[in-house]
């Protein structure tokens, strides 16, 4: 097969955590990897040589999402690396907890730029990739708490909630192209991040789920990948969680 005949999927932030997974399962289901990272560069390294001696096709591609130079170049290198882009998964994200009275500008900057901007300048960058190629897939990783907050999240709250919107109003733009955009709330994880939650954090989500669980993430990428694929599924929020809304 030619290189260029082979799918391809762009995972933010998958050098590790939830989106490291979730690369793994697209790498799996025969889609070439782009494993996207910021500052973890000896970590993409490592999952980048997992996927290949495991006889996938992926590359590492570094760019801060929140600048949109970054994104614009990282876009062009995995172009032409693979040739297309047939999925992109929006899932860099970072946190930076404090009350409303006491957060400063920088935290809310911070969490909005990676969050929610960096998740526009993907799609915005992909969606012209996928507008030219008449097909294409776009996952946003939102939040429960983008729907209802969460106390000391005002800034990843916005963001999350904003992502919600941002999808509605993306697959509303981008459907005449045949470009599918979704967006999935993935619950709470035992990841790097959910792990190094505070312990009431952690109770308090296991208390909230109707199973007393917390969330596969093995679950959670094979139903990422699963609506990835469908091709008359556009604009949808799905809550991929034991916790009611």
Known sequence: MNTHEKKVAL???????????????????????????NKSGESADEFVRELRGEGFRAQKFRADVARSSDVFEMTESVIREFGRIDVVVNNAAIIRDRAVVKM????????????????????????????????????????????????????YSSAKGGLISLTKTAARELGRFGVRVNCVLPGFHLTDMGSAAPEEYYRKNIAESVLGVTTSDEEFARFVVFISELTTVSGQIFNVDSRII
């Open 11 to 37: 995972v933010t932030g998958s050098s590790r955590g939830l989106g490291c997974r979730i690369a793994k399962e697209f790498a799996s289901a025969g889609y070439a990897v782009g494993v996207n990272y």
């Open 104 to 155: 400063s500008d920088g935290e809310w900057d911070d969490v909005i730029g990676a969050d929610l901007s960096g998740a526009f300048y993907v799609t915005r960058e992909a969606a012209k990739v996928m507008s030219r190629q008449k097909s294409g897939s776009i996952i946003n990783i939102s939040s429960i708490v983008g729907w209802r907050g969460n106390f000391g999240e005002a800034n």
